[in-house]
């Protein structure tokens, strides 16, 4: 019941302040109800750990003969952390929303608590059919979000494009599903998916998440990249990084896994290298998460659920900590410093289990995963030392210089206390060696990204979505045939709407009775 009062209360939330703004536009208090009841759902998600494992089914939808399985929600200790994680996202985007232009915003605030509340609920689904279906409506409410807020035919195409392949993961999803069960015995929920169907579910985390195959996400309008775009962004990666704690171990044992692991390690290094070279944040946030996720990704080939979610955990709130920061101040910027800690993978940090797992031929990928780690970390590092056109807290009223800091502190402060305290991660030595090569790494590039000409950022026309688009013939052809369609139905269109609409649809109607009459003589 707890995983539905804490989703609940970030659903009316978002439903009340959009009523409010059609209702009463001057209504002033819109954000404090919002931070006083996300604060209660992030307070609901703290009691979640009293008492894990949690479930709750909501029976069979139907005949059992068209959807065998009920829809389940259930936390364990990995659905925990990355409820928490969002919880803390919503809460801290909320905070930080003071400085930003056109605050308060309540039209915005209901979309940000609305897609964190899809998150809750894609991290505690309990079988492949209930996060599909809650992959959907994420993709859904992405879909309308962007597509209201993007003017140009090129960048709706994308859209779609983007949309595309989030669909492509629902159906190996489904595939998973549909892999485990027999027409006796269906797969209930994820403790029962089959070995041969893990990879699956290995392939439909790694498409909804960009890195098989490489290809970036479209970029969002600078007017939704601070807040709606921070918040969709990891949300959407929280949902999909949770599959990666499901994979059976016995699955992993494949030929396949060596390609997935090819190519994970491929995409782990490009989205790092250009995240280390990206011009500002914002605009490498899709390396960010590609990179991270790859090393999610490598800690699940290695059968490391734990550290599989330590990585993604730290994605969410280190990322967050930073492109939530849009108004700088001295101690805040030294404070920023602690999300390096956060992903280094040094013992107790958040990410200390990141390296561990089981030996084999696996482990001829590590070097590549270090050295993509390292430039995440040196990349992270960069930009927030980097000078920058953000503006002065000190330039801001009295109130709002002690509620923005409170919100990149909180995501700080989780991110630290998670590394000690609260799941199997916590208070974890880890895989010593490997989180000192890193560090040392990390710091030989600091040392060099100012030395070295080819280190610099790049230009930021380098980073638009044309460029994912050549690396990705397979999201190019989703646009294409995004396009083909729209051109045929736009051609249908025409044609039905001309003035001889009504004989073409006399002569569809004549065909049609035609046929009915020769199947039933």
Not at 287 to 299: E, K, T
């Amino acid at each position: 019941m707890l995983i539905l009062i804490t989703a609940l209360l970030l659903f009316a939330t978002a439903l009340t302040l959009l009523v409010l703004r059609l209702v009463r536009p001057q209504f002033r208090f819109s954000w404090l109800i919002a931070v006083g009841v996300t604060f209660l759902a992030w307070i609901t998600v703290i009691l979640w750990r009293l008492s894990l494992p949690l479930s709750i089914s909501f029976g069979t939808w139907g005949s059992a003969d068209i959807l065998p399985t009920a829809p389940t929600l259930a936390a364990d200790q990995f659905s925990w952390i990355y409820a928490f994680s969002l919880t803390t996202l919503a809460l801290a985007t909320l905070l930080t929303a003071t400085v930003r232009q056109g605050f308060p915003d309540a039209g915005e605030l209901s979309v940000s608590l609305a897609i964190c509340g899809l998150g809750v609920l894609a991290v505690t689904a309990g079988n492949p059919l209930t996060l599909a279906l809650i992959w959907a409506a994420l993709d859904l409410a992405e879909l309308i979000t962007m597509l209201s807020a993007t003017g140009a035919r090129g960048a709706s195409g994308r859209v779609v494009a983007a949309f595309s392949m989030h669909a492509a993961a629902i159906i190996l999803l489904m595939l998973a599903q549909i892999a485990s069960g027999s027409p006796d015995k269906p797969a209930g929920d994820f403790a029962s998916i089959a070995p041969q169907a893990g990879l699956l579910l290995l392939a439909a985390a790694g498409l909804r998440l960009g890195v098989l195959p490489l290809h970036l996400p479209y970029v969002l309008g600078s007017g939704l990249r601070r807040g709606i775009g921070t918040n969709l962004r990891l949300s959407s990666a929280a949902a999909g990084l949770i599959l990666l704690t499901r994979v059976p171990a016995a699955s992993l044992s494949s030929w396949v896994t060596i390609l997935i692991l090819v190519v994970a390690g491929a995409a782990g290094l490009y989205a790092s290298w250009m995240w280390l070279r990206a011009p500002d944040e914002l605009a490498g946030r899709p390396f960010w998460i590609i990179g991270l996720a790859s090393l999610a990704v490598y800690s699940a080939l290695r059968g490391n659920p734990v550290g599989s979610a330590a990585w993604g955990s730290g994605l969410i709130l280190a990322g967050a900590a930073l492109f939530l920061f849009s108004a700088q101040h001295i101690w805040l910027n030294r404070l920023l410093f602690t999300g390096a800690w956060v992903i280094s993978a040094l013992p107790f940090s958040l990410t200390a289990t990141g390296w561990d797992g089981s030996g084999g031929v696996l482990l001829v990928g590590l070097p590549a995963f270090l050295i993509a780690q390292a430039m995440l970390m040196a990349g992270f590092v960069r930009h927030v030392i980097r000078p920058s056109a953000r503006t002065s807290l000190q330039s801001q009223p009295a109130w709002t210089r002690s509620v923005y800091p409170a919100g990149i502190v909180l995501l700080i402060l989780v991110a630290v206390a998670l590394g000690l305290w609260g799941w199997d991660g916590a208070l974890a030595l880890g895989a010593v060696l490997p989180g000192l090569i890193a560090a040392l790494l990390t710091l030989a590039l600091l040392w060099a990204v100012p030395r070295f000409r080819i280190l610099n950022p790049i230009p930021a026309h380098w980073l638009r979505p044309s460029t994912g688009a050549r690396l990705s013939r397979l999201t190019g052809g989703f646009a294409g045939a995004y396009r083909w369609l729209a051109g045929i139905s736009q051609m249908l269109s025409d044609v039905l709407e001309g003035e001889a609409g009504l004989m073409w649809t006399l002569l569809f109607l004549v065909l049609l009775i035609v046929l009915i009459v020769k199947r039933n003589p």
